[in-house]
């Protein structure tokens, strides 16, 4: 299977089972449409009538290009075939160890974000706070089940985390403690909306935190406008001098700047611009997801305008990286030398078997998403997994376990998508959210052709 395109002047080919990126002319870029289609014959007289008026590409050229396409074809870089669709569900019949725990440590917020999937921090439920000994707990339940596995990620996320800081805090402690004598190195990120930030959340996140994400829409009429204080006011004034203080003091340690766009601001490239120029170099962007009844929901007639957005945002960033001032983006962080293994590339989060969401209660559930859904409850940390047959769901759910993915270019990209959207949209994991599905494909062509830009500059 191959997809091609053209963006930013380049003609791209891609080459899905192999992994290849091919910038061709356009001649080759014509002759490899037809390649697969049409006989030797036809392709050639097909090119002879299109390029009729350009004289320096004769029946020769034409056949130098054939011989070209041939020849990468037999070395397995174009028109590759799919050695992994009779694989796939053998990979998730190996043996799985959870690596990563979601820790819901606090289930009540003082924000009132409209677009807030979890209902305001609360998941639908009652409002709660982790105590430290099911935090404790669950950091003995990761180690039991992590089988050999050193590296072990630990998100704190709410709600509002902050609203339970002396526990994150505790917690940390303790794992930090039991880690060595288990062979075990804890990475933790904390996840926050910034209203409780201060100079002791920043010194502790600085020194235990991994990774950090701070949650700004971006311009301040556009942040304020759906997340806003439990007094309905917005809440940007006071959480970006924090953050700017944060990111300051952060050094080369990991964070995001982490926003959502809604129909409200489809121009959302003028959010991570601003959100660039106030000095934020780690940015994500993120489509809302709800109701599409809700005034905020993305529509159909607005997905020329996002796949705009995202053609301004990769060419803009490569005129950055040129000036000296590059800026990271989230969804355009692709490796198409090293990795991820091809194994990775089919099961994708391993939401469910690799990553689960832990409530304040203990509950075990495959993921965030899916939190205060009692037909995903998996169990809890204390007797372990005992919905096996939601968790045999997902060990199945893979890029190619959904029928609507078998055709898709992009599949190994994503790995079939997000089970929590897919569920969401279409009532099953393994079904597809279609207008996601859409945008990350124009995310995918965007950062493979960045990809190619910098290859050429270097």
Same mark, same amino acid.
């Given at each position: 299977?191959?997809?091609?395109?053209?963006?930013?002047?380049?003609?791209?080919?891609?080459?899905?089972?192999?992994? !290849?990126?091919?910038?061709?002319?356009?001649?080759?870029?014509?002759?490899?449409?037809?390649?697969?289609?049409?006989?030797?014959?036809?392709?050639?007289?097909?090119?002879?009538?299109?390029?009729?008026?350009?004289?320096?590409?004769?029946?020769?050229?034409?056949?130098?290009?054939?011989?070209?396409?041939?020849?990468?074809?037999?070395?397995?870089?174009?028109?590759?075939?799919?050695?992994?669709?009779?694989?796939?569900?053998?990979?998730?019949?190996?043996?799985?160890?959870?690596?990563?725990?979601?820790?819901?440590?606090?289930?009540?917020?003082?924000?009132?974000?409209?677009?807030?999937?979890?209902?305001?921090?609360?998941?639908?439920?009652?409002?709660?706070?982790?105590?430290?000994?099911?935090?404790?707990?669950?950091?003995?339940?990761?180690?039991?089940?992590?089988?050999?596995?050193?590296?072990?990620?630990?998100?704190?996320?709410?709600?509002?985390?902050?609203?339970?800081?002396?526990?994150?805090?505790?917690?940390?402690?303790?794992?930090?403690?039991?880690?060595?004598?288990?062979?075990?190195?804890?990475?933790?990120?904390?996840?926050?909306?910034?209203?409780?930030?201060?100079?002791?959340?920043?010194?502790?996140?600085?020194?235990?935190?991994?990774?950090?994400?701070?949650?700004?829409?971006?311009?301040?009429?556009?942040?304020?406008?759906?997340?806003?204080?439990?007094?309905?006011?917005? !809440?940007?004034?006071?959480?970006?001098?924090?953050?700017?203080?944060?990111?300051?003091?952060?050094?080369?340690?990991?964070?995001?700047?982490?926003?959502?766009?809604?129909?409200?601001?489809?121009?959302?490239?003028?959010?991570?611009?601003?959100?660039?120029?106030?000095?934020?170099?780690?940015? !994500?962007?993120?489509?809302?997801?709800?109701?599409?009844?809700?005034?905020?929901?993305?529509?159909?007639?607005?997905?020329?305008?996002?796949?705009?957005?995202?053609?301004?945002?990769?060419?803009?960033?490569?005129?950055?990286?040129?000036?000296?001032?590059?800026?990271?983006?989230?969804?355009?962080?692709?490796?198409?030398?090293?990795?991820?293994?091809?194994?990775?590339?089919?099961?994708?989060?391993?939401?469910?078997?690799?990553?689960?969401?832990?409530?304040?209660?203990?509950?075990?559930?495959?993921?965030?998403?899916?939190?205060?859904?009692?037909?995903?409850?998996?169990?809890?940390?204390?007797?372990?997994?005992?919905?096996? =047959?939601?968790?045999? =769901?997902?060990?199945?759910?893979?890029?190619?376990?959904?029928?609507?993915?078998?055709?898709?270019?992009?599949?190994?990209?994503?790995?079939?998508?997000?089970?929590?959207?897919?569920?969401?949209?279409?009532? !099953?994991?393994?079904?597809?959210?279609?207008?996601?599905?859409?945008?990350?494909?124009?995310?995918? =062509?965007?950062?493979?052709?960045?990809?190619?830009?910098?290859?050429?500059?270097?």
């Amino acid at each position: 299977m191959i997809h091609q395109y053209k963006l930013n002047g380049y003609n791209i080919v891609l080459d899905v089972f192999s992994g !290849s990126v091919h910038v061709v002319d356009d001649l080759a870029y014509n002759v490899i449409e037809l390649f697969e289609a049409e006989p030797e014959d036809k392709i050639v007289a097909a090119m002879l009538e299109k390029y009729k008026s350009s004289p320096e590409i004769d029946e020769s050229e034409i056949l130098d290009c054939l011989a070209d396409i041939k020849e990468l074809k037999a070395d397995g870089k174009l028109f590759t075939k799919d050695n992994y669709e009779n694989l796939a569900f053998d990979f998730k019949k190996r043996n799985t160890v959870i690596k990563a725990l979601c820790l819901h440590i606090a289930h009540t917020c003082n924000l009132n974000c409209d677009y807030c999937f979890a209902s305001q921090g609360k998941y639908h439920g009652e409002r709660a706070l982790m105590s430290l000994e099911v935090g404790k707990r669950a950091i003995d339940f990761l180690i039991e089940n992590s089988g050999s596995r050193v590296n072990l990620e630990v998100d704190f996320f709410g709600g509002e985390p902050l609203m339970n800081f002396d526990v994150v805090k505790e917690i940390v402690a303790y794992a930090r403690s039991v880690e060595k004598e288990h062979n075990k190195n804890f990475r933790f990120t904390l996840t926050t909306n910034g209203m409780l930030v201060d100079d002791d959340v920043i010194e502790f996140a600085n020194r235990e935190c991994h990774n950090v994400v701070l949650s700004l829409d971006g311009r301040k009429e556009v942040h304020d406008r759906l997340r806003k204080t439990v007094n309905g006011k917005g !809440s940007f004034d006071i959480i970006v001098p924090k953050f700017l203080e944060f990111v300051k003091r952060r050094g080369n340690k990991g964070y995001y700047v982490r926003g959502t766009y809604t129909h409200n601001n489809t121009d959302f490239t003028n959010d991570i611009f601003y959100m660039a120029d106030l000095g934020f170099t780690e940015l !994500s962007m993120e489509p809302v997801v709800c109701a599409p009844d809700d005034p905020y929901a993305l529509t159909y007639d607005d997905l020329p305008i996002l796949f705009e957005q995202y053609e301004i945002l990769a060419k803009d960033m490569l005129r950055r990286e040129k000036e000296g001032k590059p800026i990271t983006f989230y969804h355009y962080m692709i490796d198409l030398t090293g990795g991820p293994c091809i194994y990775k590339r089919i099961s994708g989060c391993g939401s469910g078997t690799e990553y689960m969401a832990v409530t304040p209660w203990g509950d075990l559930y495959p993921c965030h998403q899916f939190v205060g859904d009692d037909k995903y409850k998996l169990g809890d940390i204390w007797k372990g997994v005992d919905n096996t =047959e939601i968790q045999n =769901e997902f060990k199945l759910c893979n890029a190619y376990a959904r029928p609507d993915c078998k055709d898709c270019w992009a599949k190994l990209y994503c790995s079939g998508g997000c089970a929590a959207n897919a569920y969401h949209a279409t009532g !099953s994991v393994t079904g597809i959210y279609e207008y996601g599905c859409e945008l990350f494909k124009k995310r995918m =062509e965007c950062a493979v052709m960045m990809k190619v830009a910098q290859a050429e500059n270097n």
